[in-house]
Antibody, heavy 120, light 109 residues
């Protein structure tokens, strides 16, 4: 059974940093691309970033490019999202999601999400 | 950037009735569309990929159709557990700029 467990969310001041983690199990982790998708309170879904199975290729939404960095540790079946220079508009539930292949497509499994609140 | 527009924003349907949800892309995305269901307080769940392929474990009452710029999700006979928000998503761009529609809320009439 595929399981994705996010952690690392919390309250942070504008301009601050936060690192999210997603521990995966139940599938051959290093084969699949992994993504982060966020949802602001009461709003729709927004793709944030994807990393290839090998970790060599990364992709970002324009709204986070230059501020967020996605990475993965295939030895620990974990994907990370380092978020710097946070803004109020980054406030959202951040979901870790598995891609069905090695490059970004759609998301066949999702974690339960971790809430990030950017506020002073 | 491709814009995905869903309509209607809210759909009121009685249990047992058919629900038809629409998703329009601002430019052709071929058949590269997925649909998700999200219930309150839960993560989204994949329903459909490739515009018409049901994901594993998804009941046959869910069906997807369309290509190019016009896509439809149909729920043939609504069950109580189907009242939720539904999102479409395109995955045709390269390099990827994956975009979601704004969602359609299916509520009990």
């Amino acid at each position: 059974e595929v399981q994705l467990l996010e952690s690392g969310g919390g309250l942070v001041q504008p301009g601050g940093s936060l690192r999210l983690s997603c521990a995966a199990s139940g599938f051959p982790f290093s084969i699949y691309a992994m993504s982060w998708v966020r949802q602001a309170p009461g709003k729709g879904l927004e793709w944030v970033s994807t990393i290839s199975g090998s970790g060599i290729r990364t992709y970002y939404a324009d709204s986070v490019k230059g501020r967020f960095t996605i990475s993965r540790d295939n030895s620990k079946n974990t994907v990370f999202l380092q978020m710097n220079t946070l803004r109020a508009e980054d406030t959202a539930v951040y979901y870790c999601a598995k891609d069905p292949g090695s490059t970004p497509y759609y998301f066949d499994f999702w974690g339960q999400g971790t809430l990030v609140t950017v506020s002073s | 950037e491709i814009v995905m527009t869903q309509s209607p924003a809210t759909l009121s349907v009685s249990p047992g009735e058919r629900a038809t949800l629409s998703c329009r892309a601002s430019q052709s995305v071929s058949g590269n569309v997925a649909w998700y269901q999200q219930k309150p307080g839960q993560a989204p769940r994949l329903l459909i990929n490739g515009a018409s392929t049901r994901a594993t474990g998804i009941p046959a009452r869910f069906s997807g159709s369309g290509s190019g710029t016009e896509f439809t999700l149909t729920i043939s006979s609504l069950q109580s557990e189907d009242f939720a928000v539904y999102y479409c998503q395109e995955y045709s761009n390269w390099p990827p700029l994956l975009t979601f529609g704004g969602g359609t809320k299916v509520e009990i009439k």
